[in-house]
């Protein structure tokens, strides 16, 4: 915890804190708990959190990382309350809005502007400052005619609109996330980013479990790595982001397998051409290339330290929104990330015309890399290099040759001395 954080108050206190659930193996075992229990146990405690102590102070920015199953979200429903723990003392001091099942709280039978009323009222606001808040939780959920019909009569995301409308439109003490940064897609997504980024910038305490670890290092002032109901790390973010993504490394044997908007079989060759036009509030990528020395092979082939590797973008994005940014991300057959680059890390201004049409390239000499297949994932990104417009997952293949022996991931330039 920093010296400026520890100037301000304490506003979530854990002290012992522990969550378990009896687990049966028979049915008829949880009557004979509830009539013999006193005599015998027979239920086995699965123990989803043991023994928390931290301390979180006002305006604090806190990344909650782990697995799944780990207790995230155990942990973000007690800080909430609607779970209360088993043993040990949770304080909670100020108003909470949680992100956590959007409109979980909703009856499907009432209209939009009913279930308005009531979850605000949930949230703890009176009647009156609902009504003073009304006309622009609509206008910012934005589904028009429908806010006057019964939600069971929403598409998913008009049902998520509205959800994410109401709870952010309370200004709380504690703003508590579990993926839900970006809520839907297009206009809306980065429009419920920009709410959070608000809330953020007027000093409230925000509690935000993810699984991307570059958005916990980019928005966090600390992060929690909780591991099998524990606290594994406490500390700056991207010291604990970086020792969670090695644990992780160190159980992967294969490829990571994750989901594309564009592609994720790296055999790319020839230069691609994607969508032509970007939807309204977002932006697209519309070609991309990747080459060296040898061309547009598949994989690339790469010899180290002497081949120059050279990525071609080109996008168009909403021309009302502010120019953005690219990045790419280098990994090794078992998702270690190698390097990264991104154009506003590098203070370098993307071009777009009239029209939200930009291309921009970046270029690597002499690739250090050592033998062995990697692959090159690829972001349009927001002006903030936060939230992610589009992106193609394990986009090009890399096939890296080398003459000598070394052994590792890259070659560092070296000197011999007597």
């Not at 959190?49 to 305006?59: P, V, Y």
């Not at 504690?174 to 839907?184: C, M, P, T, Y």
């Not at 991104?342 to 015309?353: E, F, P």
């Not at 002006?383 to 003459?403: M, P, R, S």
Request: aromatic fraction near 10%; include cysteine; charged fraction near 15%.
């Amino acid at each position: 915890m920093s010296f400026e954080a520890s100037l301000n108050p304490v506003i979530i206190r854990a002290q012992g804190v522990g969550k378990y659930y009896p687990l049966y193996k028979k049915n008829s075992d949880q009557l004979k708990q509830l009539l013999f229990g006193r005599l015998k146990q027979y239920a086995q405690a699965f123990w989803a959190l043991q023994d928390l102590h931290f301390e979180i102070t006002a305006g604090e920015i806190v990344g909650i990382i782990g697995r799944n199953g780990a207790g995230k979200s155990t942990l973000l429903q007690m800080l909430c309350g609607t779970l209360k723990p088993s043993i040990g003392s949770l304080e909670v001091h100020g108003q909470v809005a949680a992100l956590l099942e959007l409109g979980a709280g909703f009856n499907p039978d009432f209209t939009g502007r009913e279930n308005i009323f009531m979850n605000a009222a949930i949230l703890g606001l009176t009647r009156a400052q609902t009504q003073e808040r009304l006309e622009s939780i609509i206008a910012f959920a934005d589904i028009g005619q429908f806010i006057d019909q019964p939600v069971k009569t929403y598409s998913s995301g008009m049902f998520m609109r509205l959800a994410f409308a109401v709870a952010t439109s309370v200004e709380p003490k504690i703003l508590i996330i579990d993926e839900a940064l970006s809520v839907g897609d297009g206009a809306f997504a980065r429009k419920s980013f920009e709410r959070i980024m608000a809330l953020k910038e007027k000093g409230t305490t925000i509690l935000f479990c993810s699984h991307a670890m570059y958005q916990i290092e980019a928005l966090c002032t600390r992060a929690l790595w909780l591991e099998a109901g524990s606290i594994r790390m406490d500390g700056k973010p991207a010291q604990v982001t970086s020792a969670y993504q090695t644990s992780l490394n160190q159980e992967q044997d294969h490829l990571t397998q994750s989901t594309s908007t564009v592609a994720n079989t790296g055999a790319n060759t020839e230069p691609t051409t994607l969508a032509s036009t970007a939807p309204k509030g977002s932006g697209r990528f519309t070609k991309l290339q990747a080459y060296t020395e040898q061309g547009f092979t598949a994989p690339l082939k790469v010899l180290s330290s002497k081949s120059t590797l050279t990525i071609e973008f080109e996008f168009c994005i909403d021309p009302n929104l502010p120019v953005p940014s690219l990045a790419m991300g280098l990994n090794d057959r078992n998702g270690l990330t190698i390097a990264s680059a991104t154009s506003k890390n590098d203070g370098y201004a993307i071009q777009v015309n009239a029209a939200g049409i930009g291309h921009a390239s970046i270029t690597f000499p002499n690739l250090p890399l050592l033998k062995g297949q990697y692959f090159i994932t690829v972001f349009l990104l927001c002006e903030n290099a936060l939230h992610i417009y589009d992106q193609a997952t394990n986009y090009f293949a890399l096939e890296v040759e080398q003459a000598g022996l070394e052994q590792g991931l890259v070659h560092f330039l070296h000197t011999w001395n007597h």
